[in-house]
């Protein structure tokens, strides 16, 4: 099984909104990440969790949160975002460092994100 | 100089043609070579992976590496027009260390 799922796959939201977006996966992996992807760019870097501890924060800004509650889930909090952040969001996860290896990476399907 | 570069196209091949998508680098400390395939709106999905130099064939699909020239490819034979998507090449380091894309090339293929 080597699948990621996301949810919700599309997403609306205000402003003033609070949502989250969740990841999980059950390959084992112990490292975790979060991409945003714009139209016709390849994916760009947010957070990396390592063994469930955020190891990696690309400057991004304090309006997206991410939580690691264990090693399969990830999540997303969304607070106060603009229109700007509008994209799609990808998971990812990949073997540890650790376990050796190419840090081959398998991606969910994304969510749509839509801020109005 | 940006790190991974790659031709975004458009590509347009008729169908049953031969396809070479390539990649250029510039840090010599990338060992692992990646190329995943993404369909519009969608998550991109992992097709074949190399560590260091040489060819690794699956199916219709064949990934090269050259590190002496940090050039790398992806051969698509005999294309269908299911294989029309956006190729990312994507690198790293030893142990998850710097994961990089390309900016991903659109392929076509027509029927």
């Known amino acids: 099984d080597t699948e990621v799922t996301q949810t919700p796959k599309h997403l609306v939201m205000g402003m003033t909104n609070k949502k989250s977006l969740k990841c999980e996966q059950h390959?084992?992996?112990?490292?975790m990440y979060w991409y945003k992807q714009k139209a016709k760019k390849p994916p760009e870097l947010m957070f990396v969790y390592s063994y469930e501890k955020l190891s990696i924060n690309e400057s991004v800004p304090s309006r997206f949160s991410p939580e690691c509650p264990n090693s399969s889930l990830l999540n997303l909090h969304l607070h106060a975002l603009q229109p700007e952040d509008s994209a799609l969001y990808l998971c990812?996860?990949?073997?540890?460092?650790?376990?050796?290896?190419?840090?081959?990476?398998?991606f969910g399907p994304g969510t749509r994100l839509t801020v109005l | 100089q940006k790190e991974v570069e790659q031709d975004p196209g458009p590509l347009s091949v008729p169908e049953g043609a031969i396809v070479s998508l390539n990649c250029t680098y510039s840090n010599s400390a990338f060992q692992y070579f990646m190329w995943y395939r993404q369909y519009s709106r969608k998550g991109p999905e992992l097709l074949m992976y190399?560590?260091?130099?040489g060819n690794k064939e699956d199916g219709r699909f064949t990934a090269q590496v050259d590190k002496s020239s940090k050039y790398i490819s992806l051969f698509i034979r005999d294309s269908q027009p299911s294989d029309s998507a956006t190729y990312l090449c994507a690198m790293t380091q030893n142990y998850g260390q710097n994961f990089v894309f390309g900016p991903g090339t659109r392929l076509s293929v027509l029927p």
């Open positions: 990812a996860s990949s073997q540890s460092p650790l376990a050796g290896g190419p840090d081959t990476q398998y």
């Open positions: 190399t560590y260091s130099s």
């Open positions: 390959m084992g992996h112990r490292a």
